[in-house]
Antibody, heavy 119, light 107 residues
Framework: QVQLQQWGAGLLKPSETLSLTCGVN????????WTWIRQPPGEGLEWIGE???????NYNPSLKSRVTMSVDRSKNQFSLRLSSVTAADTAVYFC?????????????WGKGTSVTVSS | AVQMTQSPSSLSASVGDRVTITCRAS??????LGWYQQKPGEAPKVLIY???SLQSGVPSRFSGSRSGTDFTLTISSLQPEDFATYYC?????????FGQGTKLEIK
């Protein structure tokens, strides 16, 4: 069973770059799309984007100019970078795994990383 | 982007009640919709995918259905552990989009 462990800096200043990583334990790295979702305090969920094991990406256009996702197959990890952050990027960021075979659903989730942007 | 309009935004109900939550898509999304449950301080959990398929391990009191661009999550008999926030997610078109959420509270 796949498990996801995520980590990264939780406090940023405006204009800095958010950097989060999700480590994959168990399962095959190539059998999933690797996805990032965020949730501002007290608000709903926002799909940030996804990356496959070969590095192919799909990003939310609302963030596309600032988002970069990457994979490191040697370490079974995938990462999110979001540049030029502002207070509006304050949120809990989740990583999730979507099986590549069959139907689409976010099957396994990380516990979430709370990121605060404040001067 | 496909807009998902979820209703109601909040709902009070009692243990044993039958509850329905609806998401309306702004265009045809076929059956490409899932339902997720989120409890405070936790990551969401998938309940239903492709509109009506029950995820393994999810109790059978949860069900999903589709009528055109309207999607419904039904909980047939509420249990204490079901009080949570529920979200729909369309995966038909990028960017994938969530409904605004329905907070299910104890009456």
């Amino acid at each position: 069973q796949v498990q996801l462990q995520q980590w990264g800096a939780g406090l940023l200043k405006p204009s800095e770059t958010l950097s989060l990583t999700c480590g994959v334990n168990g399962g095959s790295f190539s059998n999933f799309y690797w996805t990032w979702i965020r949730q501002p305090p007290g608000e709903g969920l926002e799909w940030i984007g996804e990356i496959n094991y070969r590095g192919g990406t799909n990003y939310n256009p609302s963030l596309k100019s600032r988002v970069t996702m990457s994979v490191d197959r040697s370490k079974n990890q995938f990462s999110l970078r979001l540049s030029s952050v502002t207070a509006a990027d304050t949120a809990v960021y989740f990583c999730a795994a979507v099986p590549t075979s069959g139907a689409y659903y976010m099957d396994v989730w990380g516990k979430g990383t709370s990121v605060t942007v404040s001067s | 982007a496909v807009q998902m309009t979820q209703s109601p935004s909040s709902l009070s109900a009692s243990v044993g009640d039958r509850v329905t939550i609806t998401c309306r898509a702004s265009q045809d999304i076929k059956n490409d919709l899932g339902w997720y449950q989120q409890k405070p301080g936790e990551a969401p959990k998938v309940l239903i995918y492709t509109a009506s398929s029950l995820q393994s391990g999810v109790p059978s009191r949860f069900s999903g259905s589709r009528s055109g661009t309207d999607f419904t999550l039904t909980i047939s008999s509420l249990q204490p552990e079901d009080f949570a926030t529920y979200y729909c997610l369309q995966d038909y078109n990028y960017p994938y989009t969530f409904g605004q959420g329905t907070k299910l509270e104890i009456k």
